[in-house]
């Protein structure tokens, strides 16, 4: 097989693709070299981008050429795909400060040198784009009618909410920025969220039309937790790249709390674990599927935070819950299953109150297994137990071990 259909093979197997402009064409590139495009809103990456960042990683892995495009220049703009109201606009400076940490993130995933991995920012072609000559020369090639019917633009307008001229030309840059890129490099393929599907395949039809070259699409899919939460959204917020945003531990913490349905697919997706050993790790059950949670923890880590890291994050929550130093140490309370977390902090008189439970609930300040309580009624459940016991902890000092009753 060449380089391509490997690198489909692979992404298929794995789970990776959604939607693909065209498959057999696309198989029938040798090499090929392929992007994902980043916006710089924030001065890390988060779960969320995750998909688009293994996918670079498997492209290279199997033999192809990764593209990094830092937005330095669309997030000027703001892309509107399936957001209700307009980004706020950042300036300059800000857009710089973000982008030097999204940098960082790459370094963990890619081999960036010669005929590797590239970086680039499409605030080098974008700043110096004249209007009148951009309009006539690529702009003519856009049509209005097909732009509205988009679902970045159709669902804003359907539910009659502002669009900006500013955000309608996003997807005119984001075109140009596939072309650019087909001028410079050879891309030939552009990847990414299924909510960027319309933006791409006009990508690829303006390589076409002024390049004369074959262009494609892949898309990745919503990703979703079994219970249909956003992928990467915790009750604390978002779950960061970077180690100044989130640490190692509680890293490796959000991935050791997946759902026992998610565990197989994640494997598949955020670690390199060849697929026999996804399989196996992934047809767990009961009690087993605890260690299959904390080989997704311990890999998942270790490709964001290198293989320390991850060791010392694994170790760390073992003592805690385990038989450890740490889990001896720690109060235990044992209760029926399911139980509120308030009347367990209660009956334990880890809390004077109830009412004070809730209180500290509302201030973030108690966890379940290193995962902020967002809810005032969230119960401990059988789910929750971690080699036999939930943790529950008031602050950052304070923790219980959570067992059934017998």
Not at 210 to 216: I, K, L, Q
Request: charged content about 25%; hydrophobic content about 45%.
């Amino acid at each position: 097989m060449t380089a391509t259909q490997d690198f489909l093979h692979a992404a298929r197997e794995r789970g990776f693709i959604h939607q693909v402009t065209d498959a057999e064409g696309l198989a029938a590139q040798g090499r090929v070299t392929a992007y994902v495009g980043f916006d710089c809103t924030a001065d890390s990456l988060h779960v969320g981008h995750l998909l688009s960042i293994m996918l670079l990683r498997l492209l290279q892995k199997t033999g192809n050429r990764p593209v990094a495009l830092m937005g330095g220049g669309t997030t000027k703009i703001g892309d509107p795909s399936f957001r209700d109201e307009a980004r706020p606009l950042l300036t300059d400076a800000q857009i710089e400060v973000n982008k030097a940490g999204i940098r960082r993130s790459f370094d963990s995933f890619l081999d960036f040198g010669p005929d590797a991995a590239v970086m680039l920012d499409n605030a080098e072609w974008l700043d110096k784009l004249e209007y009148i000559p951009f309009l006539r020369e690529v702009g003519r090639h856009f049509s209005v009618n097909r732009m509205l019917t988009m679902d970045s633009v159709k669902l804003r307008l359907d539910r009659d909410q502002p669009l900006s001229f500013l955000e309608f030309n996003y997807m005119l840059l984001q075109s140009y920025d596939f072309l650019e890129l087909h001028r410079r490099l050879g891309v030939t393929l552009q990847m990414g969220g299924s909510d960027q599907w319309g933006n791409i395949i006009m990508g690829a039809d303006l390589v076409r039309r002024m390049a004369g070259a074959e262009a494609f699409g892949l898309t990745t899919p919503l990703l979703t937790t079994a219970s249909g939460a956003k992928m990467g959204k915790t009750a604390s917020g978002a779950v960061w790249l970077n180690p100044d945003r989130l640490a190692p531990y509680d890293y490796w913490q959000f991935w050791r709390n997946a759902e026992d349905a998610d565990v197989g697919r994640f494997l598949a997706l955020f670690t390199d674990l060849p697929m026999p050993e996804v399989t196996r790790l992934a047809a767990l059950a009961g009690a087993e599927i605890n260690e299959a949670k904390k080989v997704l923890a311990t890999e998942a880590t270790a490709l964001l935070h290198g293989r320390q890291a991850a060791e010392t994050a694994a170790e760390t929550a073992r003592r805690a819950f385990e038989q450890g130093e740490a889990a001896e140490t720690l109060p235990s309370h044992s209760t029926a299953l399911p139980a509120a977390v308030v009347d367990i902090l209660a009956e334990a008189k880890f809390v004077a109150s109830k009412g004070e439970a809730r209180r500290l609930i509302a201030q973030g300040g108690i966890r379940l297994n290193d995962a902020a309580v967002g809810d005032p009624a969230q119960s401990v459940t059988t789910a929750d137990l971690r080699d036999g016991a939930a943790k529950l902890s008031v602050g950052r000092k304070r923790h219980l071990l959570v067992r059934p009753a017998s």
